[in-house]
């Protein structure tokens, strides 16, 4: 399923899976996510004109903005990556500058093309690592009459081969066979083995390797070092992923990745920048941190309206890259935040508070519900798990109620509660409770468990 070819409709079915409610933050990333699609269609000048109409959402926490990101990146066939923003220091300032956030997105972004090159060329590639294999573990005879392995013998068949030579391609193709069918995974063979490199795309991304040139060193110092082979003993199981990196390796050729990356980021490229009320400065002018992290802000105003960045792959342009970012601002407004940032967000939803009945759905309904996850959880010690709709109803109250005594953490509430509930049950699966038992939740056993937390305020603020 293409996701660029989704519909808005089918986008926000697909979300809906996973996110309860917040229709508004959904209905607005999916018509973001097809006018990316729309725009490639779009032909002469007026293309180059379409901007994207960045988002942000606001809502407070635990209702669904990050979940709705990272749904999304699954959804979208277009390279995208979350960043946060309070993770950023000011350019000079020591820790990960802004424009590293476009160099992770082509990054991201390589890695989708690679793997897609990949794909492609599987077949040969499987195929040239079955022949390596082959010729470990049966080498192709030489002119001259050489015996064959002797463990070979049980695998040809009735007739009497002629020479050895027809011998041994018997005994080759009988391997073959019993190589595709992963019948000798196990067995060890002796390989060839570079050691790493090729590409060195695996480095980006690793911690403080922040600015180009340092990358670039990096890449230097890995290219001066000897690639020479090792041989190594390896199963085939694990000879064949060594080796299919290789063999896919030589049939790709990376400049064509990197140029198609490149311009993927530039056209289709998400950037989700989480926690952007972080980076508001909640007092004017309070000096001290607030000035870092105007800084910031200053710093992300030219990659948000379009510049370009070095990156190892390639100059990238950000004149399209489509930015959504979300914060909770407790603290702080989106009116906090500089001006001109405020202007190049112009999409602005709002993300709703949970209610009860939210927190029943959110229990339930979504693929990877809470309660899906426990039951999962319990089935693997062969317990069964049930929770009736009266429990589920307990659960969301108190859930709900702790989160407007104590504090709102939206649907994380859940979260502390469920582990609550079920704690004991955890630890007393396999030893007390058996296999093959049920367990039912129903609201008496939720009251039990849960009401002396909820009834003493101090002891909520703590455990629930
Ligand atoms: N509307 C929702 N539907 C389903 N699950 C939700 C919803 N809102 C929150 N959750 C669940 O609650 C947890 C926290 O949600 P999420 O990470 O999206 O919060 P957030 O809005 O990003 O909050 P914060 O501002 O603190 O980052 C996740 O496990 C998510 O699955
Ligand atoms: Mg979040």
Do not use: C
Request: charged fraction near 30%.
């Amino acid at each position: 399923m293409e996701a660029s070819y989704l519909t808005p409709k089918e986008i926000v079915e697909e979300l809906d899976k996973y996110v309860i409610g917040q229709f508004d933050a959904k209905r607005n990333v999916a018509i973001a996510l097809r006018n990316r699609w729309r725009r490639m269609s779009v032909k002469g000048e007026i293309r180059s004109e379409i901007i994207p109409n960045n988002i942000l959402m606001i809502g407070a926490t635990g209702v669904g903005k990050t979940e709705i990101a990272r749904r999304l990146a699954k959804l979208a066939d277009a390279p995208i990556i979350k960043v946060e923003a309070s993770k950023f220091t000011e350019v000079g300032y020591v820790g990960r500058d802004v424009e590293s956030m476009v160099r992770d997105l082509v990054a991201q972004s390589v890695n989708m093309v690679k793997s897609r090159k990949e794909e492609e060329v599987k077949e040969r590639a499987t195929q040239a690592v079955e022949e390596i294999i082959l010729d470990a573990l049966i080498p192709p005879i030489r002119n001259n009459g050489m015996n064959p392995p002797a463990h070979s013998t049980e695998a040809v068949s009735t007739t009497v081969p002629n020479t050895d030579y027809e011998l041994n391609e018997r005994t080759r193709n009988a391997f073959r066979e019993k190589i595709r069918k992963g019948e000798l995974e196990d067995r060890k063979i002796e390989i060839n083995v570079k050691p790493h490199g090729g590409g060195n795309i695996g480095m980006v991304g690793a911690g403080m390797m922040d600015e180009v040139s340092m990358m670039n060193l990096q890449d230097m110092i890995s290219n001066m070092m000897p690639k020479k082979a090792k041989r190594r003993k390896v199963s085939i199981g694990e000879a064949r992923k060594i080796l299919f990196e290789e063999e896919a390796a030589k049939l790709i050729d990376m400049d064509d990745v990197k140029d198609e990356a490149v311009r993927k980021a530039e056209e289709a490229g998400i950037i989700f920048i989480d926690e952007i009320d972080k980076i508001a400065s909640g007092e004017k002018k309070g000096g001290g941190p607030d000035v870092s992290r105007e800084g910031v802000q200053r710093d992300l105003l030219p990659i948000v309206e379009g510049t370009t960045v070095n990156t190892k792959f390639g100059v990238v342009k950000t004149d399209h890259v489509l930015f959504i970012a979300a914060g909770a601002f407790h603290i702080s407004k989106p009116s906090d935040l500089i001006p001109e940032l405020q202007g190049r967000f112009p999409i602005r939803v709002e993300l709703s508070k949970l209610s009860k009945s939210d927190f029943v759905r959110i229990l339930t309904e979504p693929k990877n519900a809470l309660t899906k996850q426990y039951q999962a959880l319990f089935e693997a010690e062969g317990v069964e798990v049930t929770f009736d709709d009266d429990a589920i109803d307990e659960i969301a109250s108190m859930a709900f109620e702790v989160n407007s005594e104590v504090e709102n953490i939206g649907a994380r509430r859940l979260h502390t509660v469920m582990s609550k509930l079920l704690n004991e049950f955890l630890f007393d699966v396999p030893d007390k409770i058996k296999a093959n038992s049920k367990i039912a939740i129903d609201r008496a056993m939720v009251k039990e468990k849960l009401t002396g937390l909820l009834k003493n305020k101090d002891l909520s603020e703590y455990i629930l």
